[in-house]
């Protein structure tokens, strides 16, 4: 299937400014599970803003197999314990399917829930490699796995000459997962790990970290975990006189971390999901995402309306909304999004890697040559 913007803007205006879909009635209920509060609100909120946009597109356009498709969203927080309670209150709302998933700390707990309860759940953000492990075979990454994210992670520290790295994360599923799969990747490569450290969440003074990091004599250092925290250590980093390079994971991916890390972003690099900015062709979905929400669409909002697609598709090409059918149907996707393709291994992973390097010139992410 390839996704279509047309009626988009039609959607938009008969759903009205905050694009809600009504839950009365509903033949399908699509679960979305993100974070709504906490430091990644304005993530979870992109998410669940993009798929309800393909949802009230869908609806728009005669809704799946003639059914209408409804919405209800639990809040994780990224937190797992929360994220348990958002996944129960899901289950016990009898959804049909569920998609979301920002941090892979709080999906994680989740999986044994949805696998259980035979519900097919389409992850939008989460991609450490744990999550394969402890699938049922009802869950699918729509985005590239750690270890994909490691490989474009080695290609840029050998582009840009870095022979010694810096490794931090923060001890979550995520960041140690991909911490230490960039760390076996850049030694495998005849890299150096100058330094490996771990940080806690919340973190405000990074000092004993960035001297670790001085004077370890690395060349780079890799943040692995989210933007609140690489924001502060890109500052400090560049505070204490760090003039080494300065490399992101996807995480880190949001306007808040240029806005908090202000000049000394500049020329930071960052390990890019699919974003509208990068993407041709996006024109159309930037606008009406704009016009109906009052604000740019974020890191994940196109591939959050590509997942809101998907499930769609896999509901219309089952025929109905009985969900080993919705699983099935998931596992023979071949989807063209805005964000790109998704097609499934026999690991319910995406086949190809969709993370691509940007840097940050002028107060933006750019794509890097």
């Known amino acids: 299937m390839v996704a279509s913007f047309k009626g988009l803007a039609c959607a938009a205006a008969l759903a009205g400014a ?22 990644l609100a304005s993530e979870g909120q992109d998410m669940e803003n993009a798929v309800k946009m393909a949802i009230d597109a869908a609806n728009a356009r005669g809704g799946a197999n003639g059914d209408k498709i409804t919405t209800t969203t639990a809040d994780d927080a990224c937190d797992p314990q929360q994220a348990v309670t958002a996944g129960s209150k899901l289950v016990s709302e009898g959804v049909t399917a ?10 994680l707990p989740t999986l044994k ?34 270890d994909m994210q490691a490989t474009t992670a080695v ?21 140690s997962d991909l911490a230490r799969l960039t760390a076996e990747a850049f030694k495998n490569a005849g890299g150096e790990i100058a330094a490996k450290e771990t940080t806690t969440a919340g ?27 690489g924001a502060l250590l890109t500052k400090q980093l560049r505070q204490a006189g760090f003039q080494g390079g300065i490399v992101l994971g996807d995480g880190n991916n949001s306007p808040e971390y240029l806005e908090i890390a202000g000049s000394a972003g500049e020329g930071v690099y960052l390990l890019s999901p699919p974003t509208v900015d990068l993407l041709s062709g996006a024109g159309d979905f930037k606008a009406t995402y704009k016009q109906a929400y009052g604000r740019d669409a974020g ?71």
């Open 18 to 39: 905050v694009m809600t879909t009504v839950a009365a009635a509903a033949d399908i209920k699509i679960g979305i599970v993100a974070p709504m509060t906490g430091q």
């Open 98 to 107: 569920i998609v979301g998933g920002y941090c892979s700390g709080a999906v």
């Open 113 to 146: 829930i949805y696998g259980d309860a035979g519900i097919p759940f389409v992850i939008i953000g989460a991609n450490s490699t744990k999550l394969v492990a402890a699938n049922q075979g009802n869950a699918f990454l729509a985005n590239s796995t750690g």
């Open 155 to 175: 290609a840029l520290f050998k582009k840009n000459g870095y022979r010694t790295i810096a490794v931090i994360d923060e001890g979550d599923a995520y960041s």
């Open 203 to 229: 973190e405000q003074d990074y000092s004993a970290v960035v001297t670790k990091v001085r004077s370890s004599g690395a060349d780079a250092v890799f943040w692995t975990a989210y933007h609140a925290g």
């Open 299 to 369: 890191a994940y909002a196109a591939l959050s309306h590509d997942v809101g697609d998907l499930i769609v598709d896999a509901i219309t090409r089952a025929g109905s909304a009985d969900q080993k059918a919705i699983i099935a149907a998931l596992k023979a996707s071949d989807f063209k999004g805005l964000a790109g393709e998704i097609k499934f291994t026999d690991k319910n992973t995406l086949q190809t890697s969709n993370f691509r390097p940007v840097v940050a010139k002028g107060g933006k992410w750019v794509a890097v040559e």
